[in-house]
């Protein structure tokens, strides 16, 4: 049975049990929902659970800004967000509802608009943290400069709770599309490839473009008159939105497939390669789902000949589930650890051993 709690402020809990365990020298493992624990490499660590603390601090729909704590539920600020007509144009996938607010921004994971709308750390405007020495700081927006030239509340998404925890995040938000174009075309990925160029040539706006199984699913949305006119255009099979939720969840059947997953994140453009499996292309290509047997050394090379990366969501498959980092970034990731947790309380390993 899913947990409920009060919306209230535990952060006063929080950075208690965070105090303690840098006097034990105890590593902590941060979680909320825990709906990506599949992702990223085991570690021993005690426990710290952000759950409790949740529900929205602030929220003026005029500012387009949300302020939420971080054991807050997505499922819970896409709600709230939706009574006033507006969303989290990232699209993080919610996990039955069980993905939280910081577990969003520690994983970084957007869904299917991020190439047109930005991603997770887009819409991070600040955030309130605890450090590795224990203290509760504020980051962002006009509160707070942020210190040695770095914008700690936008490296704090995809960072896994490496450099600290997340207690509060302030996001912005937009207004909703007044109308939404979802069909389907039957087309090849090189069609699809090109007709994405045309497109964006003539104006139209797409906001979703994944081609699966033969078939490019295609999204508009902006005004009546402009959907209108795309439908009239472009024609397919009109859609009621399920596929998208299904992709944003990852619940498309083709991720029932019992072989492993790998996502591949190549750069706008680039060629559609043969796969080592089957794929689901995301991102209009840029994205690339890839179930398969083969090996992390064959997948990260074929990645690694596009310009891109490969991330393995199946844990049992690499004990180094993201794509190793040159030396030089492996030293500036280093150097921030060191900076805001100098001890490794938290979450050590999880992204990388040397972190």
Avoid at 9 to 25: C, G, K, P
Avoid at 43 to 63: F, K, N
Avoid at 134 to 159: I, P, Q, T
Wanted: aromatic share 6%; hydrophobic share 45%.
């Amino acid at each position: 049975m899913p947990r409920v709690f009060e919306p209230a402020d535990r952060s006063a809990a929080l950075i208690e049990q965070v105090r303690e365990a840098i006097a034990a020298r105890t590593p902590l493992r941060i979680r909320g929902g825990d709906t990506k624990a599949f992702l990223g490499r085991p570690i021993e660590a005690r426990s710290l659970d952000t759950r409790a603390h949740c529900g929205i601090v602030s929220y003026d729909p005029t500012e387009l800004v949300v302020t939420v704590r971080a054991g807050t539920t997505l499922a819970e600020l896409d709600a709230v967000l939706d009574e006033a007509g507006q969303m989290l144009p990232c699209e993080s996938p919610a996990f039955d509802g069980d993905a939280t607010v910081g577990g969003m921004v520690a994983a970084g994971l957007s869904g299917p608009r991020r190439p047109w709308a930005g991603a997770v750390r887009d819409f991070v405007l600040g955030c309130r943290v605890v450090t590795g020495q224990g203290k509760h700081l504020r980051f962002g927006g006009e509160v707070m400069k942020n210190v040695a030239g770095y914008d700690v509340s936008r490296l704090l998404a995809g960072s896994f709770g490496c450099l600290g925890l997340i207690t509060e995040v302030s996001l912005k938000v937009l207004p909703k599309p007044r109308a939404v174009l979802d069909i389907a075309l039957e087309m090849s990925a090189d069609d699809m490839v090109r007709k994405l160029v045309q497109w964006r040539d003539a104006g139209l706006p797409v906001t979703g473009a994944c081609h699966a199984g033969g078939v490019l699913h295609l999204r508009l949305e902006g005004g009546e008159g402009s959907i209108r006119a795309a439908q009239a255009a472009l024609g397919g099979e009109r859609g009621d939105g399920s596929f998208w939720r299904a992709l944003r969840e990852r619940s498309l059947p083709f991720f029932s497939d019992p072989r492993p997953l790998w996502r591949v994140s190549v750069a706008v453009g680039a060629p559609l390669a043969p796969m080592p499996g089957d794929a689901l292309l995301d991102w209009g290509g840029a994205q690339r789902w890839i179930k398969t047997e083969a090996s992390a050394a064959a997948v990260r090379e074929m990645a690694a000949g596009l310009g891109g990366h490969a991330t393995c969501f199946a844990p049992s498959l690499t004990s180094d589930p993201f794509h190793p980092l040159p030396d030089p970034l492996l030293r500036l990731h280093q150097r921030l650890k060191a900076q805001l947790d100098p001890l490794g309380i938290f979450n050590p390993g999880r992204l990388y051993a040397a972190l």
